[in-house]
């Protein structure tokens, strides 16, 4: 009897101990937190308090902006990129500079003429597929007859980058007089 008595007082001392241990840890943070954090959220984020009040206000994406809070500048989402129609993007008007023929040279190898040159990418994105085509024509300028090459395939072009091209074409019995090289087409 005594020592399950004993047992039971030790139990309900040690609790007793753990309750006031608790609380004073409780009360102790609950008065730190609250001293802590009522200065720091008034001095460094206000404009996050109004938005956690008021809402944010939303200014639409744009081109090159997500959708953003004109308040506290946090954004959401990702910018629409630019919608280009014949190189002029038609949400901003922003001009999108296209891929050019900056060199071209035509050789003869037997029954063939070699056409080739570099391209390079004016535009501010990286393009794929790129297309040059060739026109023959006689002393009229009359195209008699065109042909095509990739200069770039799916590994694709960066901006302000260059990439080589070539088209062997037989011409053997044909007699053309002058020839233009143009880029046809790229993704
Ligand atoms: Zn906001
Ligand atoms: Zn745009």
């Known amino acids: 009897m005594n020592w399950g008595l004993s047992k039971k007082n030790n139990i309900s001392v040690i609790l007793f101990i753990l309750v006031l241990v608790i609380g004073c840890v409780f009360i102790s943070s609950c008065n730190y937190s609250h001293t802590s954090t009522q200065p720091s959220s008034k001095s460094s984020r206000p404009a996050q308090t109004v938005c ?19 308040v506290c500048g946090i954004t959401n989402g990702v910018s629409l990129g630019h919608d280009f129609v014949d190189n002029i993007c038609t949400r901003c008007g922003d001009y999108d500079k296209p891929v050019y023929i900056v060199e071209k040279n035509q050789t003869r190898s037997g029954d063939y003429s070699i056409f080739s040159g570099s391209v390079e990418n004016f535009s501010t994105r990286s393009v794929e597929f790129v297309k040059i085509k060739l026109e023959l024509m006689d002393e009229d300028k009359k195209i008699l007859d065109t042909d095509w090459t990739y200069a770039v395939g799916s590994e694709g072009l960066r901006p302000g980058a260059q990439a080589r091209w070539e088209l062997m ?19």
């Open 52 to 70: 956690d009040k008021e809402g944010h206000k939303w200014e639409n994406a744009t081109c090159t902006r997500p959708k953003t809070c004109s």
């Open 169 to 187: 074409y037989n011409d053997a019995g044909f007699d053309w007089k002058y020839w233009r090289v143009s880029v046809m087409d790229y993704d």
